[in-house]
Nanobody, 121 residues
Framework: VQLQASGGGLVQAGDSLRLSCTASGRPLSTMAWFRQAPGKEREFVAGINLSGVRKEYGDSVKGRFIVSRENSKNTVYLQMSSLTPEDTAVYYC?????????????????WGQGTQVTVSS
């Protein structure tokens, strides 16, 4: 399984941005987004189950980010709004074949290459 993330870029505070992550092969049960800022640990941003009904978010992005998926395209999206400089990070998509959204990086088997999001003040 390969994950290909895209959509990152340089935006200004308050702007919106949508990230995409397309997986090869069959749809995986749980897909998620993590991010890692310089000097910090990788943190959970959002996760979504196979049906798209169940979603979970990290505390720092609740109310601003929306995760969704389109299984016919084997793609997961992260719609980010009201961006702040604190959202600057490399964003990674991740997936695991088993159900259950978890916030630990250790539970995800597959990772994309990451896409840089930079928010200027």
């Amino acid at each position: 399984v390969q994950l290909q993330a895209s959509g990152g870029g340089l935006v200004q505070a308050g702007d919106s941005l949508r990230l995409s992550c397309t997986a090869s092969g069959r749809p995986l049960s749980t897909m998620a987004w993590f991010r890692q800022a310089p000097g910090k640990e990788r943190e959970f941003v959002a996760g979504i189950n196979l049906s798209g009904v169940r979603k979970e978010y990290g505390d720092s992005v609740k109310g601003r980010f929306i995760v969704s998926r389109e299984n016919s395209k084997n793609t997961v999206y992260l719609q980010m709004s009201s961006l702040t400089p604190e959202d600057t990070a490399v964003y990674y998509c991740a997936a695991k074949p088993l159900p259950g959204i978890t916030t630990s990086t250790a539970n995800y088997y597959y990772w994309g290459q990451g896409t840089q999001v930079t928010v200027s003040s």
